[in-house]
C-alpha cells in the first residue's frame, strides 16, 4: 500500500509538471538599461490574458537581464508587461501558434520614467512582484487563495518564501523573524501570531526587507544570515479586531474535547484568552497556537518539552499528550500585552493546566552477560493528578535607538499526585524464576519555582561595532516529594524466600541558580575587533532525605531510619573569563578566543566530613563563518547534580536500589558543531545541514552490579573517560510554483548518531558503540487547493556492538510512513485522511512487530467565510493502534507495549473568529465576530 502510494506521488510530482507544459509556447528576451547601457536585473515579467487581463505566470530577468517565461498557451491573444522602479512600463500583445510556438523579443531598451508619478496604473496589470534595492514586495491579488486562506497560506504561493510544518517562513533562504503592519508591531515579535490569524483577503501587498536592527546590533553579520522583516500593506486599515477559535466536539466511549482560543487587540493592546478540556491523549492547541495567541511567545519560554506526537508543556505547564497511556487535560489561562508610552512594551500572562493520566504499560527488558540472560517482564499500572499554576510577564524597554532593556519574571506553582502499582517477574537461563515482585507507590510532590531574565544591551553612537551587553538569569526552586511505598518481594533462589518493606521516603530538594553575563566589543580596525566576556555564576542546592519505618497495623510512620537518612549541601562559585579576537574579511569570520575558568563548591555533609573542591581550567575556543558554513568549538564544565552526590541509597524499587556518590568530580565536554545553510534562489531549493561531535572526560557513568543469583540490580554514578558521540543531519528540499496553482515540493533527509560509552557491569568494563541512520523521503502536492497530498517514509537502522564478548551485539531495524489526502470537493465539503504505519523487526515475544493507524474525516464548511465547520471522523479506523517502542542502553535491551486510545468516532463543530473592524471611529463594532 505504502509502495504505491509512493509511486503515484512521485509519477504527479514528475509528470503533472511536464504534462502541463507540453503544447505549449514560449517568450524571452533581454532588458537593457538604455540610458547606462547596462543590462537591468530583477524586473518584473509579468503575461496576462489580453481579453480579461487576467495574470497568467511571471517571471524576474536574471542579473544579467535576461528572462524567459516557458509553458504560454497556443492561439490566445496575450499580453507581456515588464515593469521596474523608476523605469517606463513596457507592454506589447502577442499570439503563439503551434507553428510559432516561440517568440524571442531580442533586446528590449528600458528608459527612465520622466515622472513616476503622473504614469497611468492600469489596476488589473499592477506588477505581481516589484523588486526594489531594499525591498522585495509581492502583490497578494496575483495570487488566488481561498475564502477562508490565512497569510501562512498566501504566502506560501510566494515565489521564494517557504513556510515548513512548523510555521517558520524564510524568503530566498533567510529567516523571517518579524512580521508589521503597516509598519508597527500589531502582533509582538513572533511572526506566527500574524501568518496563522490575519486573513489572506484583507492584505494587499507582502513587502520584505533585512532587519535593520539585526544590523545594526552586528554589522559583520554575513548576507544569507541577516533576518528578513515582513510588512503587510492592508486593504484597509486595521486598527481593531478580534481572532481565534472555539469548538465542542462529543466521541464513542464518553470521549470529549471542548476549547476556544481568543485574541482581541485594539491598536497595539492585546489580550489572549483560552480554554480546553478533552480525554483524547492530545493537546487542545497547536504550540504554535499557545505560544503565538496564548502569548507564551511575548511573556517568555523558559522550557519547553515537545513528544514527538504532539504532546508539549511551556513553563512547566502541559496541554495534553504528555505522557504515555490515556490522559484527561484542562487549563485555561490569559495573556495580556500592550505598548506604552516612551516604547514600553508590557507582557503579563497566567496559565493552569491539570492532567489527570492513567497509565498501563508492559515492560521487557532482556540483558546478558557472559551468557548468562536476565529477563525482566513489568507490568505497571499507574493512576496521577498534576495540577500546575505559571504566573508570568515581560518587560520590554527601548530607552533609545541605541540602548534597550528588559526583563522577563516567572513563577510555577507545581502539585503532582502519583499511585503505582508495579508486578514485576524475572528468569534466568532456560525461562527459570529467580524473584518476583509486587511494588506499591504513592508519591506527592509539590514545587514552587521562580524564575526571571535580565537583558541590557547599548550600541556605540559614536562608533560603529563597539557595544556592551548584560545579561543575566535566576532560578529558585522549593520541592518536597513524600514518597510511601511497599513491596512484597519473593526470590527463589538460592532458596525460596519472602521479604516485605514499608517505608515513606521524605525528599526535600531546593535549588539556587544566579547566572550573570557582561560582554564587550571593542571594533580596532575595519576587519578586526576584540571580545571580553565575564560570566559569573552561584549556585546552592539542597538535597534532604529522611526515611521512615511504617507500622502496618496503625498505618503511620513514626521510625525514623537513620542509616538511610542524610542530607547534602553544594554551593558554590563558577566563573568565566572569555577573551577573543574578531577577523572578518569579505565574506570570512574567524574568532579564536580562550576561557578562563574556577570552579569552587563546597560539598556538605550531615554524618560525614566535607568535600570542598576547586578547579582552575584554561580551554581555547574559536568560531568561523564563510558564506554558509559556520564552525564553533567549546570546551564546558558541568559540575554533578546534587542527587547524584546524595549517600543515601533510594529502596523505593527493590530490585533496582540506587546509590549516590559524594567524590564524583565536574565533567568537562569538548564540542564541535559544524553547520550550512543555502537556498538556491534560481531552482527554489533549500540545503542545510548539521553536525556535532562532543568527547567528555570524566562523565557521569552509571555502573550496575547485578547479583548474580537474586538479580537485584544496585545502579552507582561514577566518573568515567572515553565517552564521546557524534549527531548529523542533512536536508534538502525544492519547491516547484506553477502560477500560484499548482505546487510540488520533493525533500530528502538523512539523520546520523553515533555514541560510544563506557558500559561498567558486575567486573565487566565495555564500550558500547551505537550507530544510528534514518533516512528520510517526503514528497508533497497542491493543486489549486482542490487536491493536496502527502507522503514521507524513514528507514531507522541501529546497530549496537561491543568491545567485550560478555556483552553480545545487536542490531533492528524499523519503518515508518505517513501518508495524507486531502480533497475539497464539491464546494465547502472537505475529505481527508491519514495512514501511520510503524514496523520493527525485533520485538520482545508477546508483543506486536507492526501496527497500521488510519485516521479519516469530513469536515462541512457554512457561515460567511466558511467560518463554522462541522467534522465527522473517525480515528484508529483499522482499529490497530498500538503505542510500542524499542530502547536499547547499555547491554540492556528494553520493549514498551502501552494501553493507547483505540477506535473511537467524533463529531467536532468549530467556528472560526475572524473579526478585523476598520479604522477607530468606524461603523464597526469591537466585538462583531
Known amino acids: 500500500m505504502k509502495s504505491c502510494l509512493l509511486l503515484v506521488l512521485l509519477a504527479a510530482c514528475t509528470l503533472l509538471p511536464s504534462l502541463a507544459s507540453a503544447q505549449k509556447g514560449e517568450v524571452k528576451g533581454k532588458l537593457l538599461d538604455v540610458q547606462h547601457k547596462e543590462p537591468l536585473g530583477y524586473a518584473t515579467i509579468a503575461v496576462y490574458?489580453?481579453?480579461?487581463?487576467?495574470?497568467?505566470?511571471?517571471?524576474?530577468?536574471?542579473?544579467?537581464?535576461?528572462?524567459?517565461?516557458?509553458?504560454?498557451?497556443?492561439?490566445?491573444?496575450?499580453?507581456?508587461?515588464?515593469?521596474?522602479?523608476?523605469?517606463?512600463?513596457?507592454?506589447?500583445?502577442?499570439?503563439?501558434?503551434?507553428?510559432?510556438?516561440?517568440?524571442?523579443?531580442?533586446?528590449?531598451?528600458?528608459t527612465m520614467a520622466d515622472n513616476v508619478l503622473g504614469e497611468v496604473l492600469i489596476t488589473a496589470e499592477t506588477p505581481p512582484i516589484i523588486v526594489r534595492k531594499d525591498t522585495l514586495e509581492f502583490n497578494a491579488n496575483s495570487f488566488k487563495t481561498l475564502p477562508t486562506a490565512l497569510l501562512e497560506d498566501l504566502l506560501k504561493k510566494l515565489p521564494g518564501v517557504t513556510v515548513d510544518q512548523a510555521g517558520d517562513i524564510s524568503v530566498n533562504g533567510k529567516r523571517v523573524n518579524k512580521i508589521l503592519v503597516d509598519g508597527k508591531e500589531f502582533f509582538g515579535n513572533d511572526p506566527k501570531v500574524a501568518s496563522r490569524n490575519l486573513p489572506a483577503d484583507m492584505i494587499d501587498k507582502v513587502q520584505v526587507v533585512n532587519d535593520p536592527d539585526a544590523v545594526r546590533r552586528d554589522p559583520d553579520l554575513p548576507v544569507n544570515e541577516i533576518p528578513q522583516v515582513i510588512n503587510l500593506k492592508l486593504k484597509k486599515g486595521i486598527k481593531?479586531?478580534?481572532?481565534?477559535?472555539?469548538?465542542?466536539?462529543?466521541?464513542?466511549?464518553?470521549?470529549?474535547?471542548?476549547?476556544?482560543?481568543?485574541?482581541?487587540?485594539?491598536?497595539?493592546?492585546?489580550?489572549?484568552?483560552?480554554?480546553?478540556?478533552?480525554?483524547?491523549?492530545r493537546p487542545a492547541f497547536g504550540f504554535e497556537d499557545i505560544s503565538r495567541i496564548g502569548g507564551f511567545s511575548r511573556s517568555g519560554m523558559n522550557t519547553i518539552m515537545?513528544?514527538?506526537?504532539?504532546?508539549?508543556?511551556?513553563?512547566?505547564?502541559?496541554?495534553?499528550?504528555?505522557?504515555?497511556?490515556?490522559?484527561?487535560?484542562?487549563?485555561?489561562?490569559?495573556?495580556?500585552?500592550?505598548?506604552?508610552?516612551?516604547?514600553?512594551?508590557?507582557?503579563?500572562?497566567?496559565?493552569?493546566?491539570g492532567i489527570d493520566a492513567d497509565l498501563g504499560q508492559l515492560i521487557n527488558s532482556l540483558q546478558t552477560l557472559e551468557g548468562d540472560t536476565t529477563n525482566s517482564r513489568r507490568d505497571r499500572n499507574q493512576f496521577s493528578k498534576s495540577r500546575n499554576h505559571r504566573l508570568g510577564g515581560r518587560?520590554?524597554?527601548?530607552?533609545?535607538?541605541?540602548?534597550?532593556?528588559?526583563?522577563?519574571?516567572?513563577?510555577?506553582?507545581?502539585?503532582?499526585?502519583?499511585?503505582?502499582?508495579?508486578?514485576?517477574?524475572?528468569?534466568?537461563?532456560?525461562?527459570?524464576?529467580?524473584?518476583?515482585?509486587?511494588?506499591?507507590?504513592?508519591?506527592?510532590?509539590?514545587?514552587?519555582?521562580?524564575?526571571?531574565?535580565?537583558?541590557?544591551?547599548?550600541?556605540?553612537?559614536?562608533?560603529?561595532?563597539?557595544?556592551?551587553?548584560?545579561?543575566?538569569?535566576?532560578?529558585?526552586?522549593?520541592?518536597?516529594?513524600?514518597?510511601?511505598?511497599?513491596?512484597?518481594?519473593?526470590?527463589f533462589k538460592p532458596s525460596q524466600r519472602f521479604e516485605y518493606l514499608d517505608q515513606l521516603r521524605d525528599n526535600e530538594v531546593n535549588n539556587t541558580a544566579v547566572n550573570t553575563s557582561f560582554s564587550f566589543t571593542e571594533p580596532i580596525s575595519k576587519t578586526l575587533s576584540g571580545v571580553?566576556?565575564?560570566?559569573?555564576?552561584?549556585?546552592?542546592?539542597?538535597?534532604?532525605?529522611?526515611?521512615?519505618?511504617?507500622?502496618?497495623?496503625?498505618?503511620?510512620?513514626?521510625?525514623?531510619?537513620?542509616?538511610?537518612?542524610?542530607?547534602?549541601?553544594?554551593?558554590?562559585?563558577?566563573?568565566?573569563?572569555?577573551?577573543?579576537?574578531?577577523?572578518?574579511?569579505?565574506?570570512?569570520?574567524?574568532?579564536?578566543?580562550?576561557?578562563?575558568?574556577?570552579?569552587?563548591?563546597?560539598?556538605?555533609?550531615?554524618?560525614?566530613?566535607?568535600?570542598?573542591?576547586?578547579?582552575?581550567?584554561?580551554?581555547?575556543?574559536?568560531?568561523?563563518?564563510?558564506?554558509?558554513?559556520?564552525?564553533?568549538?567549546?570546551?564546558?564544565?558541568?559540575?554533578?547534580?546534587?542527587?547524584?552526590?546524595?549517600?543515601?541509597?533510594?529502596?523505593?524499587?527493590?530490585?533496582?536500589?540506587?546509590?549516590?556518590?559524594p567524590g564524583l568530580k565536574p565533567t568537562i565536554s569538548n564540542s564541535v558543531n559544524l553547520n550550512y545553510r543555502k537556498f538556491d534562489a534560481k531552482h527554489s531549493i533549500n540545503y542545510w545541514a548539521y553536525m556535532s561531535g562532543s568527547m567528555s572526560k570524566d562523565a557521569v557513568t552509571r555502573s550496575r552490579t547485578i547479583d548474580q543469583v537474586t538479580k537485584v540490580q544496585t545502579y552507582r554514578p561514577v566518573n568515567t573517560d572515553g565517552n564521546w558521540q557524534v549527531n548529523a543531519n542533512a536536508d534538502v528540499n525544492k519547491d516547484f510554483k506553477f502560477d500560484g496553482k499548482r505546487q510540488f515540493s520533493l525533500g530528502a533527509s538523512l539523520w546520523f548518531n553515533y555514541t560510544k560509552s563506557l558500559i561498567l557491569v558486575n567486573d565487566v568494563r565495555s564500550y558500547g558503540q551505537n550507530v544510528s541512520w534514518n533516512p528520510s523521503l517526503k514528497a508533497s502536492m497542491n493543486l489549486n487547493d482542490k487536491l493536496e497530498f502527502n507522503e514521507t517514509l524513514t528507514l531507522g537502522v541501529r546497530n549496537s556492538s561491543y568491545t567485550s564478548n560478555a556483552i553480545p551485539d545487536i542490531n533492528f531495524t524499523s519503518k515508518t510512513s505517513r501518508t495524507g489526502v486531502v480533497v475539497r470537493l464539491p464546494k465547502r465539503i472537505v475529505w481527508e485522511a491519514t495512514f501511520d504505519y510503524t514496523y520493527n523487526?525485533?520485538?520482545?515475544?508477546?508483543?506486536?512487530?507492526?501496527?497500521?493507524?488510519?485516521?479519516?474525516?469530513?469536515?462541512?464548511?457554512?457561515?460567511?467565510?466558511?467560518r463554522a465547520q462541522l467534522k465527522f471522523s473517525v480515528y484508529d479506523l483499522l482499529n490497530q493502534n498500538i503505542g510500542a517502542y524499542r530502547s536499547i542502553r547499555e547491554n540492556l535491551v528494553e520493549d514498551y507495549q502501552t494501553v493507547v486510545l483505540r477506535r473511537y468516532g467524533l463529531v467536532t463543530f468549530t467556528y472560526n473568529i475572524r473579526n478585523f473592524g476598520g479604522k477607530v471611529g468606524g461603523t464597526n463594532t469591537f466585538f462583531r465576530f
Do not use: C
Not at 59 to 82: C, H, T, W, Y
Not at 444 to 460: I, P, Q
Not at 854 to 866: E, I, P, R, W
Open 306 to 353: 515537545v513528544r514527538s506526537d504532539g504532546g508539549f508543556a511551556v513553563n512547566g505547564i502541559s496541554f495534553g499528550g504528555t505522557e504515555d497511556g490515556i490522559q484527561q487535560s484542562s487549563g485555561a489561562g490569559g495573556n495580556f500585552n500592550t505598548i506604552l508610552k516612551k516604547d514600553l512594551k508590557l507582557n503579563l500572562q497566567y496559565f493552569f493546566g
Open 841 to 866: 523487526s525485533n520485538v520482545a515475544p508477546g508483543l506486536r512487530r507492526d501496527n497500521g493507524r488510519l485516521n479519516a474525516g469530513v469536515t462541512f464548511l457554512f457561515m460567511k467565510n466558511d
Open 49 to 110: 490574458t489580453a481579453q480579461d487581463t487576467s495574470l497568467v505566470t511571471f517571471r524576474v530577468s536574471d542579473e544579467k537581464g535576461a528572462f524567459k517565461v516557458p509553458g504560454l498557451a497556443l492561439n490566445q491573444q496575450l499580453r507581456i508587461v515588464i515593469s521596474m522602479t523608476g523605469f517606463k512600463t513596457y507592454r506589447k500583445e502577442f499570439k503563439l501558434t503551434p507553428e510559432a510556438s516561440d517568440l524571442d523579443l531580442g533586446e528590449i531598451g528600458m
Open 532 to 661: 571580553a566576556r565575564i560570566n559569573t555564576e552561584y549556585f546552592e542546592n539542597q538535597n534532604l532525605v529522611n526515611t521512615f519505618d511504617g507500622n502496618r497495623d496503625t498505618g503511620e510512620y513514626p521510625d525514623q531510619i537513620f542509616a538511610l537518612s542524610d542530607e547534602v549541601e553544594r554551593s558554590g562559585w563558577r566563573n568565566y573569563v572569555t577573551t577573543s579576537l574578531k577577523w572578518k574579511y569579505k565574506d570570512f569570520t574567524l574568532q579564536p578566543g580562550v576561557r578562563f575558568t574556577l570552579l569552587n563548591i563546597e560539598n556538605t555533609f550531615l554524618k560525614s566530613a566535607d568535600i570542598p573542591q576547586e578547579y582552575f581550567y584554561v580551554f581555547p575556543s574559536m568560531t568561523a563563518a564563510y558564506k554558509g558554513f559556520n564552525l564553533s568549538y567549546n570546551v564546558n564544565v558541568r559540575e554533578p547534580s546534587a542527587a547524584d552526590l546524595q549517600p543515601v541509597a533510594d529502596y523505593s524499587n527493590t530490585l533496582f536500589i540506587q546509590e549516590g556518590n
Open 395 to 491: 518587560l520590554d524597554w527601548k530607552i533609545d535607538s541605541l540602548t534597550t532593556f528588559s526583563i522577563t519574571p516567572g513563577l510555577t506553582l507545581a502539585k503532582t499526585r502519583t499511585n503505582q502499582q508495579i508486578y514485576t517477574l524475572t528468569s534466568g537461563n532456560y525461562g527459570e524464576l529467580v524473584n518476583e515482585s509486587d511494588n506499591h507507590q504513592l508519591l506527592e510532590s509539590d514545587n514552587v519555582t521562580l524564575t526571571g531574565e535580565v537583558a541590557f544591551d547599548r550600541l556605540s553612537a559614536s562608533k560603529k561595532g563597539r557595544q556592551f551587553n548584560f545579561f543575566g538569569n535566576y532560578n529558585f526552586n522549593l520541592g518536597d516529594q513524600q514518597q510511601y511505598y511497599t513491596a512484597a518481594d519473593r526470590f
Open 240 to 281: 481593531q479586531g478580534a481572532f481565534g477559535k472555539a469548538y465542542a466536539g462529543k466521541g464513542t466511549k464518553n470521549l470529549y474535547e471542548a476549547g476556544g482560543i481568543l485574541n482581541v487587540f485594539r491598536d497595539t493592546t492585546q489580550i489572549s484568552l483560552l480554554g480546553y478540556s478533552n480525554n483524547l491523549n
